[in-house]
């Protein structure tokens, strides 16, 4: 046996452990879920076989559309928002300023925070009574807002036409402290030399970033609008938490409708159905993003 074959099989052998976990862990069940959104299971009776009913279901059922809009609006608004403004406190944070560090620890806190207590924070802060209302009230904004329409003072969970938006606003607080890191890694891999070519070329702070820094972001601004958006799509937590999915289903989502229909009705093959479909859906806009941005 030549010495290639020797390397080969004892990189299998070292693999072998991760490959069990792999095919036990994340394989089986995959295999397993595409099986069961071909049945009607309710987890007290034997599997029945329904072929491609659950997904024909799916697609006349209004709660799915409802959910697919209040998701795709979700992550274009959060995914969006996140990424300006997590690259907008990497630029900050990548000056020479006082107390950087504790600047970065600061923002990046919320990122290794449990989700659950954010969430429970920011309704606290949603509440009628809360800390939103009472800012706005001091600040005398409070009748800005009854011109938008809104009933002061705001009940910012329990209104359809604010509940989505202030789970955005947490959303987008509590991830761009992480996003901020990944983007400031990707700040200090640019060559300094190529900053100091574009100021001798007449190139102000405006060209620079335009020119140097935007362009040779490239692959970080794609892994971070990519995670986002698999993140986005995913969103279970926070709407569980704060709004359960109303008022009137105005915060339900495609994986809070999974989560009803798998663990409240009891209906495995059709949640198994709105699974796939999600990670269709996310594999699409993944390899459309990945076209957009050239990478």
Not at 22 to 39: K, Q, R
Not at 50 to 59: A, D
């Amino acid at each position: 046996m030549g010495k290639r074959w020797s390397e080969a099989i004892a990189g299998v052998v070292f693999l072998l452990p991760f490959l069990a976990v792999l095919v036990v862990f994340v394989g089986w069940p995959l295999v397993n879920a595409l099986w069961l959104s071909f049945h009607s299971y309710d987890l007290f009776s034997a599997p029945r076989w329904v072929g491609l009913e659950n997904y024909r279901f799916l697609l006349n059922e209004p709660d799915f559309w409802i959910s697919l809009r209040n998701t795709t609006l979700y992550t274009l608004v959060v995914v969006s928002l996140q990424t300006a403004f997590a690259l907008f406190l990497a630029l900050l944070m990548d000056r020479e300023i006082r107390g950087k560090t504790l600047f970065r620890v600061a923002l990046f806190l919320p990122s290794v925070t449990s989700s659950v207590a954010i969430s429970l924070i920011f309704m606290f802060l949603f509440f009628k009574n809360g800390g939103l209302n009472q800012l706005f009230s001091w600040l005398r904004l409070d009748r800005l807002l009854a011109l938008f329409g809104l009933a002061v003072p705001v009940d910012w969970l329990g209104d359809v036409h604010t509940a989505l938006g202030a789970i955005m606003a947490q959303n987008v607080w509590s991830t761009a402290g992480f996003f901020m890191v990944v983007f400031l890694a990707g700040l200090q891999d640019i060559p300094e030399t190529l900053y100091e070519a574009a100021r001798l070329d007449g190139a102000n702070a405006w060209g620079q970033f335009r020119y140097v820094t935007l362009p040779l972001l490239r692959p970080t601004t794609f892994y971070v609008t990519t995670i986002g958006l698999i993140g986005c799509f995913q969103v279970f937590d926070q709407v569980y938490i704060m709004t359960g999915g109303g008022p009137l289903k105005s915060t339900l989502t495609i994986a809070y409708l999974l989560y009803q229909e798998a663990f409240m009705n009891f209906n495995m093959g059709y949640a198994c159905a709105i699974a796939f479909v999600l990670a269709t859906l996310i594999l699409l806009c993944t390899l459309l993003q990945r076209r957009l941005l050239g990478d």
